[in-house]
């Protein structure tokens, strides 16, 4: 079997084009009766095919309980006259409350709904809404709701939120943050924005923190040849260096020195590396593609975490991408497959004549 070069080609994903990561954000305020939120776009579904949705997932921003106002959550088709595309059309088809006493109603929290009145047949792509907004008892006292949604950076993300205010929808300016349940266990969300996540980390670390080396564990789902990687990183200053190193369980593969002073500002930026050789990754091998601080200045990696390991399902990359950590090169102990840090690899090639080669990144 031979190799077929895959200039431009990234794995898992690549955030390399953009200055800064996406993070969540909690602008989308709901606080007078009438007013209603929206997240739009067209389904992903991992697998490829039919499914019925079944729950709806997502996470709360702020939330004040002042006087006692409940909420529906619904599906709805969009809008065929709307002024913008994702504007949904306020039919509720399939709809689940959220009393105010549900002891999951709370600020900055993960929320998995009670099952929709009906389940929605769906097929991958499909276009559809989730609304938020107070049902019929209306807007209570000085309450307010607020959904998490993700930041837009650098026109990676296409926008699918809206924001109905004094009768009037607008497109929000952020993207979805929401995980579809289907009645088989499995997960979806809108392609325009596969990443879903319960919140977002920056850690400080050194050569003397504990751990002193974080990682993305990983195995590649075919063989494939790494030419280089990229990892999310804000370096505390000048002299805070790093290394970005592949590793094979605890055997060192590909090592990349950065020099802080290099990239001018503190600023979190995605970091871009190429490795001195390119590197043969097969499957059923785990591998962990490490960021590794070489001074006591401070360095912050950025890493993600779900709600459950399950939702990394759509996220690029899949279940077999994951946190884990080590301290003063011993073992990689500090396993989390609900996180993961923030980072990838350039692909030269893959395997030619590989029916796994035909797996969708």
């Given at each position: 079997m031979s190799w077929?070069?895959?200039?431009?080609l990234y794995w898992p994903y690549d955030w390399g084009h953009q200055a800064l990561p996406p993070a969540l954000v909690t602008t989308a305020v709901i606080d007078a009766t009438g007013e209603k939120f929206s997240m739009a776009g067209s389904l992903y579904i991992p697998d490829n095919t039919a499914k019925s949705i079944e729950r709806i997932q997502f996470r709360f921003g702020a939330v004040t309980k002042a006087g006692g106002s409940a909420l529906t959550v619904s599906l709805q088709n969009l809008s065929a006259a709307a002024a913008f595309p994702t504007e949904p059309d306020e039919v509720q088809d399939q709809t689940v409350a959220i009393a105010n006493a549900d002891a999951g109603f709370v600020a900055n929290t993960w929320y998995r709904t009670g099952t929709l009145s009906a389940n929605r047949s769906v097929n991958p792509g499909d276009l559809l809404a989730v609304v938020w907004e107070y049902d019929g008892g209306g807007r209570l006292g000085a309450d307010t709701v607020t959904i998490s949604t993700w930041s837009i950076v650098g026109g990676a993300n296409a926008p699918g939120n809206a924001l109905k205010t004094g009768g009037t929808w607008a497109a929000h300016g952020s993207c979805p943050n929401v995980l579809f349940e289907f009645s088989d266990g499995t997960f979806g969300t809108f392609i325009q924005n596969r990443l879903v996540a319960l919140s977002t980390t920056a850690s400080n670390m050194n050569s003397g923190s504990g751990p002193d080396e974080r990682a993305m564990e990983f195995t590649v789902p075919f063989p494939m040849k790494a030419s280089g990687a990229w990892y999310i990183v804000a370096p505390g200053g000048a002299s805070a260096d790093?290394?970005?190193?592949?590793y094979e369980g605890t055997t060192l593969l590909q090592?990349?020195?950065?020099e802080a002073d290099y990239l001018?500002?503190?600023a979190a930026r995605v970091v871009r590396v190429s490795f001195a050789s390119e590197q043969i990754l097969v499957p059923g091998v785990?591998?962990?593609l490490a960021l590794r601080p070489t001074t006591a200045n401070n360095l912050a990696g950025q890493s993600m975490t779900l709600n459950a390991a399950g939702h990394f399902a759509v996220w690029p990359g899949g279940t077999a991408c994951y946190f884990n950590a080590?301290?003063?090169s011993g073992a990689w102990s500090n396993q989390n497959t609900a996180a993961r840090m923030l980072c990838g690899l350039q692909i030269a090639a893959i395997q030619q004549g590989n029916p796994a080669s035909r797996v969708r990144l």
């Open positions: 077929v070069r895959t200039p431009g790093f290394q970005i190193r592949l090592n990349v020195d950065v001018i500002s503190t785990t591998y962990y080590r301290q003063d």
